[in-house]
């Protein structure tokens, strides 16, 4: 907790927003280092007045509202993860305004595998089956499906990676203490027990609408590429496109009927460029660059691990085998496994737990270490 509160303290600063926190952060390296400096240290940062700095170096005790905020994420069993953290999802940290710190409720990875899709909350059957199956397409793929769990189109989205039994990140316009839309709320469980449920937020914080199109860029940030799938003229679905568009990612939209209105969104994306989907080949296609720059680090992050492994027994070399980066459930991994004995294998993984070459996750996820 006290590790945290350096992180809560400056982002309680009245003027320190997301881009000021970064440009602060990348000066001083440490929210500590921040609110330790002088005045003068203070004001050479970019966007930092001498006003602002004087605020920042006399800022020393947590307001109690955000106090209350840090005790509630202690007592619910919510995770932190700051910039600073390993598994602080990669891409998002290439926007102008990362969140410095986001509430996590479930296993969130760094990997930048990730494709957003979004649309219409009013959907049409076609929108939401088309939705359900492209993401179960992409979720077999090896793709985590993001999306911000509002009604419609996002909701079908998270069932369709859950259908695959695949990976998927919610992001919510609210606090993870206040789940929107309520009816959702036992799909957030679903979510974490794979994924994450994710929320730049306080836990407290009621489903305002200003909040929608800040978390948009969340959404878009943290994935290679944004699927828009039904949308209106007016949808906020174009803004995630368009913030998309802005981070340098991807942009793909799926057509609907002329005739449609829902569609007129997504029909003008085409027009400007959109790359238009029928299939999920659709978007490999587009992405294979990035995904083959990304699984040939991976390889070459798992060949430099064989070079630092402790002795292994052949039990614990052939469980190794089966496991990858990429967490696999216990059921899975025993079925891979010539000899299927579940009370061997969890000795097994146990016993490579011990040796720090394989972590768990929650929900009997298991999945190689790289940093072993």
């Given amino acids: 907790m006290e590790n945290l509160r350096p992180w809560f303290a400056l982002k309680a600063v009245p003027g320190i927003g997301n881009l ?11 929210p500590e280092r921040v609110l330790a400096a002088s005045i003068e240290e203070l004001a ?5 007045s001498r006003r602002l700095a004087r605020a920042v170096h006399q800022h020393r005790r947590l307001p109690s509202r955000v106090e209350d905020d840090l005790n509630r994420v202690i007592q619910t069993g919510c995770r932190i993860v700051t ?26 990875s760094a990997t930048p595998k990730n494709i957003a899709v979004v649309g219409s909350r009013n959907a049409t059957g076609y929108g939401l089956s088309i939705a359900r199956k492209l993401c179960a397409d992409l979720s077999t793929l090896g793709l985590t499906i993001v999306s911000g769990m509002a009604r419609g189109i996002d909701t079908a989205a998270h069932h369709g990676a859950l259908d695959a039994k695949g990976k998927t990140v919610a992001v919510l ?7 929107y839309p309520v009816e959702n709320k036992a799909l957030s469980h679903k979510i974490a027990a794979s994924g994450a ?32 799938v039904e949308a209106g003229k007016k949808s906020g679905s174009l803004i995630t496109a368009r913030m998309a568009a802005e981070q340098n990612r991807e942009v793909f939209a799926v057509p609907g009927s002329i005739s449609s209105y829902k569609s007129t969104g997504t029909h003008s994306l085409i027009k400007q460029g959109a790359k238009l989907v029928e299939h999920a080949q659709d978007i490999i296609e587009e992405l294979t660059m990035l995904l083959q720059g990304y699984a040939a680090r991976e390889k ?5 691990l064989k070079d630092r492994l402790p002795p292994l027994t052949e039990d ?15 059921d899975d991994l025993v079925r891979q496994l010539p000899t299927p004995d579940i009370g061997k294998l969890s000795a097994t993984l146990l016993q490579l737990e011990l040796k720090g070459v394989v972590t768990q996750t929650p929900g009997k996820m298991f999945s190689i270490e790289l940093q072993c």
């Fill in 20 to 30: 000021r926190m970064k440009r602060l952060l990348d000066m001083f390296q440490t």
């Fill in 173 to 179: 316009g609210s606090g993870l203490g206040k789940i």
């Fill in 300 to 304: 070459t992050d798992l060949e430099a």
């Fill in 44 to 48: 050479q940062t970019e966007g930092i």
């Fill in 316 to 330: 614990e070399s052939q469980v190794l085998a089966a496991l990858g980066p990429y967490p696999v459930h216990i």
């Fill in 197 to 228: 449920v994710i929320s730049e937020f306080p836990l407290t914080a009621p489903p305002e609408g200003h909040n929608f199109p800040i978390r948009n860029r969340i959404i878009s940030g943290m994935s290679l590429g944004t699927v828009v």
């Fill in 83 to 108: 910039l600073a953290d390993a598994d602080y999802p990669s891409l998002l940290l290439q926007i102008p305004d990362p969140p410095p710190f986001l509430y996590v409720h479930g296993d969130l």
